[in-house]
């Protein structure tokens, strides 16, 4: 009860990056845990299919994150328009870090790799790819190149918005409307040829 007055006080997105700015807000950091721990664990779930390693690496972004609020990171530059575009940026360069101390042998675009979901949103997914099996996309997710996941991960599963994906991306919107065009067409296209 009290965490929902204080979620309420504190408001949405914008009010919470903003506390987090001017006043370091505690209270605020860990509200936008709570809102944001789960989209930020299946973003990087989804691009290194390990529930442990993911697990790892999420807190460390909410660390990270917590140490730009800290530094006061978030005051010295408009490059942050909003927490969730900050987390997802973070967690970004966290993957990439991650396989720069793989072996080579890894690797996302291995067609052999079985993708399975942390967290079961089929009537989201199933809604944006506009009818197509379920199972048959999730199956297909897999074969597409790093680039095309990641952005249907952010825009259908973690429903960011196109300013937040070209700010996470350091893209156009326009390139990331295309970016996500050419996804979608990719994986109808692998979807239609397994059935």
């Known amino acids: 009860m009290a965490e929902n007055i204080t979620s309420s006080l504190l408001g949405g997105d914008k009010n919470l990056f903003l506390r987090l700015k001017k006043y370091k807000d505690k209270q605020a950091f860990i509200i936008a845990y709570d809102k944001y721990v789960d989209q930020i664990y299946r973003f990087i779930f989804f691009k290194i299919n390990n529930q442990a390693e993911a697990e790892d690496l999420t807190s460390q972004v909410f660390v990270k994150g917590w140490g730009y609020v800290q530094d006061g990171k978030l005051n010295d530059s408009d490059e942050y328009q909003s927490l969730k575009s900050l987390l997802y940026k973070i967690a970004r360069n966290a993957v990439i870090d991650y396989y720069r101390t793989q072996k080579p042998t890894d690797s996302l675009d291995d067609p052999e790799q079985i993708w399975e979901l942390a967290d079961n949103q089929p009537d989201l ?71």
């Open 125 to 195: 997914l199933s809604q944006t790819a506009q009818g197509l099996d379920y199972e048959a996309i999730i199956m297909q997710l897999s074969r597409l190149k790093s680039e095309y996941r990641g952005v249907i991960v952010m825009r259908y599963i973690d429903q960011l918005s196109i300013n937040e994906i070209a700010e996470v991306l350091g893209k156009t919107k326009a390139n990331v409307r295309v970016t996500i065009f050419r996804a979608l067409t990719a994986l109808k296209d692998l979807v239609n040829k397994q059935n």
